[in-house]
C-alpha cells in the first residue's frame, strides 16, 4: 500500500465512524476530507488548499521550518484524539504531536506521517481543596496565571506568557519563581493522562504506570504518547511581586554575574535571579533582575534590600528599586515587540553552566556581534538546582544560559542561524548540560544526549520500546530512524 491509498483508507475508516463529513459546497472534489457543519474544518492533506496555512501556523513564531507531514488533525477532545491516533495505527503514519508550537526547533513539524495538533486542549479544573490542578497540553501561561490566580494559586509558569504547558511541563520547564515552587516545573506533575501508541488511554502516576510518570516529567520529544492533561500541584498565589534591576556595560557582564553567583547559593527562594543581556538605546547592556514573589510589600522590600546594599549596586549604570509588579504585568513584557520578545522569526540555544562568570564574559565579543538588534542572552542562576527526583529530567546546573537571536526579514535568516551556531559552541565550551525544551536536535543530534544522564537516556529508550516497539510516535529531533 502506497502513501496515497494509506491516507485514502485513513479517510474511509473516518467517514464510517462518522468522524468526518462530506466536501464542501464549492470545493473541487477530492480526497481531502471536511468535518461536519457542527464543528467545522479538522483534518487537511498536503493538497489541500489550507494546509500550508495549518503547517505554517503551527509554528508560533515566523520562522518556518521546512518540513511536512501528510496530513494534520485538529482533534477538539480527547475521545478524537484517540480517534486520530487509532487512524494513525490502521494506516501505519507517524504521529507527532504538538501542544502549542512554541518549540522553537520545530520539534512537532516532521516530513510524512501525522502532525496531531492539540490546540483545542485548554481546559483547566481547580481542585481547590486538594490545590491541584488537571490542565490541558494547549492553556497557555498567562490564561493559566489567570485562572489559577482567581482561586488564589500559582505555578511555575513559562516565563513567556503564550508558552503553552504541554511541550514546556514535558521537556521540565524552567519557570516563574520555580526555585521556590518545585524547582523544575514537572517536580509538580502528579499525574497525566495519556493516549498510548497501542489506542490506549491510561492515567499515570507514582502508582499508575510509574515508568511512564517517571518519563512524563522531562521526557520531553522523545515522549511515546500523547499527553492529553496533567494534574498539578499547586501552590500559594504571591500577593506581592516586586522587582528590582541593576543596569551594567555588557563589557562587565562576567562580573555581573558573578555577583549573581555569589549570592545565589544564600539567596531566599522566593527570590528570583536573572540577567538579560540585550541592546539598548545607548548600545549593548548587562542588566541584573532580582525579583521578590511575597505576601506583603514588608516581606518583599526585605527580600530585595540586601541586594540594593551590595557594593555592586553601587557600580550600576542605572538603578531601578522595588518596583511594584504582577505576574499579569511580567506576561505583557514577555510580549513587547518594541524589544524584540514574542514577536518575529527565533533560533534559541541553551545549556547549563556550572561557571556562569567565565560563561558570561564568553559572550561578550560574539553577543555584540549579533546582527539583529533583537538578539537577547538569558542568565537564570538556580537558588534551588536540585532535580526533580525522580523524573526523565536528569541534567540542571547552577545556572542556565541561554542565547535567542530574534529578527524580521526572512533575508536575514542564514545569517542569523550561522550566528547563532557560533554563540553555541561558545556556551557549549564546558556546559553542564542543555535543556531539551530549547536545544535544536536537528542541527546536531548529540546535543539531545546532553540533557540526560546516561541513566535516564537508557531508560528513555526502554520506556520507548516498552510502550511504542513500532515506533508510531516520532521520536527526538535527529534521533528517528530514516
Given amino acids: 500500500m502506497n502513501r496515497r491509498q494509506a491516507l485514502r483508507g485513513l479517510l474511509a475508516t473516518a467517514t464510517t465512524m462518522g468522524w468526518l463529513g462530506g466536501c464542501a459546497a464549492g470545493r473541487v472534489q477530492s480526497p481531502l476530507p471536511v468535518w461536519g457543519d457542527t464543528f467545522g474544518r479538522r483534518l487537511v492533506y498536503r493538497d489541500d488548499p489550507d494546509y500550508e496555512a495549518w503547517r505554517t501556523g503551527a509554528a508560533w513564531q515566523n520562522y518556518k521550518h521546512a518540513r511536512y507531514p501528510d496530513v494534520i488533525a485538529r482533534p477538539q477532545s ?5 480517534t486520530c491516533v487509532q487512524l494513525a495505527i490502521r494506516d501505519n503514519l507517524r504521529v507527532a504531536v504538538r501542544s502549542g508550537g512554541h518549540n522553537v526547533s520545530g520539534a512537532f513539524l516532521r516530513d510524512g506521517g501525522m502532525l496531531l495538533d492539540l490546540g483545542a486542549l485548554r481546559d483547566v479544573h481547580i481542585d481547590a481543596a486538594a490545590r491541584t490542578a488537571w490542565v490541558g497540553p494547549a492553556i497557555w501561561s498567562r490564561n493559566l496565571a489567570q485562572r489559577l490566580g482567581a482561586a488564589g494559586f500559582a505555578f511555575p509558569y513559562a516565563h513567556c506568557a503564550t508558552v503553552p504547558m504541554g511541550g514546556y511541563l514535558l521537556g521540565g520547564g524552567v519557570g516563574v519563581n520555580g526555585d521556590s515552587w518545585g524547582g523544575i516545573a514537572c517536580a509538580n506533575i502528579l499525574a497525566a493522562d495519556v493516549v498510548l501508541a497501542s489506542g490506549e488511554r491510561v492515567t499515570v502516576s507514582a502508582d499508575d504506570h510509574p515508568d511512564l510518570y517517571w518519563a512524563v516529567r522531562g521526557g520531553g520529544t522523545g ?15 504571591p500577593t506581592h511581586v516586586v522587582a528590582s534591576a541593576y543596569v551594567f556595560p555588557v563589557t562587565a557582564a562576567g562580573d555581573a554575574a558573578g555577583w549573581l553567583e555569589r549570592v545565589r547559593a544564600s539567596a531566599p527562594a522566593k527570590t528570583e535571579l536573572m540577567m538579560l543581556m540585550a541592546r539598548g538605546p545607548a548600545g549593548p547592556m548587562a542588566v541584573v533582575r532580582f525579583a521578590a514573589f511575597a505576601q506583603s510589600a514588608d516581606e518583599a522590600k526585605r527580600l530585595l534590600t540586601p541586594y540594593a546594599r551590595a557594593p555592586e549596586a553601587a557600580q550600576a549604570l542605572a ?38 562568570p567565565a560563561s558570561a564574559a564568553a559572550t561578550v565579543d560574539l553577543f555584540g556581534q549579533a546582527p539583529s538588534p533583537g ?3 538569558l542568565i537564570s542562576p538556580r537558588i534551588n538546582n ?41 556556551m ?17 543530534r548529540e546535543r539531545v544526549l546532553t540533557c540526560y544522564s546516561d541513566t535516564a537516556w537508557e531508560r528513555l529508550g526502554a520506556v520507548r520500546e516498552k510502550y ?15
Fill in 78 to 82: 480527547v475521545d478524537e484524539v484517540v
Fill in 468 to 482: 511504542d516497539p513500532w515506533q508510531r510516535f516520532h521520536g527526538f529531533p535527529g534521533w528517528d530512524a530514516a
Fill in 375 to 377: 538578539t537577547h542572552l
Fill in 319 to 356: 538603578r531601578m528599586e522595588f518596583v511594584p509588579g504582577s505576574m499579569e504585568r511580567s506576561f505583557i513584557e514577555s510580549m513587547d515587540a518594541t524589544r524584540g520578545l514574542g514577536f518575529g522569526s527565533y533560533a534559541v540555544e541553551t545549556v547549563w553552566t556550572d561557571d556562569l
Fill in 386 to 426: 536540585r532535580g526533580p527526583g525522580d523524573a526523565a529530567f536528569s541534567r540542571i546546573g547552577r545556572s542556565f544560559l541561554g542565547a535567542y537571536t530574534v529578527w524580521k526579514d526572512p533575508a536575514d535568516d542564514a545569517d542569523n542561524h550561522a550566528w547563532l551556531a557560533d554563540m553555541t559552541q561558545v
Fill in 223 to 237: 515522549f511515546p504518547g500523547v499527553v492529553t492533561a496533567y494534574r498539578l500541584r499547586l501552590h500559594d498565589a
Fill in 428 to 444: 557549549g565550551r564546558g556546559a553542564a548540560g542543555r535543556y531539551v525544551n530549547e536545544t535544536d536536535g536537528f542541527a546536531a
